[in-house]
């Protein structure tokens, strides 16, 4: 349910999208979000997850109040020039932060490695 608060990971979308493909095989990916310029990509996490994230090449943001609550009857996305990418379910309300935390260094070793080449 997306009915509880979140905080918002925020990364480069080619990196972001790797992470998702990684998410959707192994474990439960919640929301994410994708900004109109589709320079960045938004992981709902869990309130409080900003408070120790330190990802270089990326940023989590508190909400207010340790979160931001979407109702999960409300399927637009909460804020203007945003959209979708994985739209909120009943199954999987956030992504896990240790989860995504691999999945975003895996991903970025992967766009190191294709660059490389």
């Known amino acids: 349910m997306l009915d ?6 925020t990364v480069p979308s080619r990196q972001g999208l790797e992470a998702v493909d990684i ?3 192994r474990t439960g990916l ?5 900004d109109s310029s589709g320079d960045s990509l ?16 990326s940023a989590c943001t508190q909400t207010a109040g340790g979160g931001f ?12 020039g945003t959209g979708w990418l994985v739209p909120p379910r009943n199954d ?12 975003l260094g ?3 070793r992967m766009i190191e490695l294709a660059d490389r080449l």
């Open 106 to 108: 895996e991903a970025a």
């Open 23 to 25: 998410l959707r095989m």
């Open 42 to 57: 938004g992981f709902l996490v869990p309130p409080g997850t900003a408070d120790g994230w330190d990802l270089p090449g």
């Open 92 to 103: 999987t309300a956030v992504t896990d932060p240790a989860v995504l935390r691999d999945a």
């Open 4 to 9: 509880e608060p979140w905080d918002l990971v």
């Open 30 to 34: 919640g929301p994410v979000l994708h």
């Open 69 to 80: 609550t979407v109702p999960g009857e409300l399927w637009e996305p909460p804020g203007a």
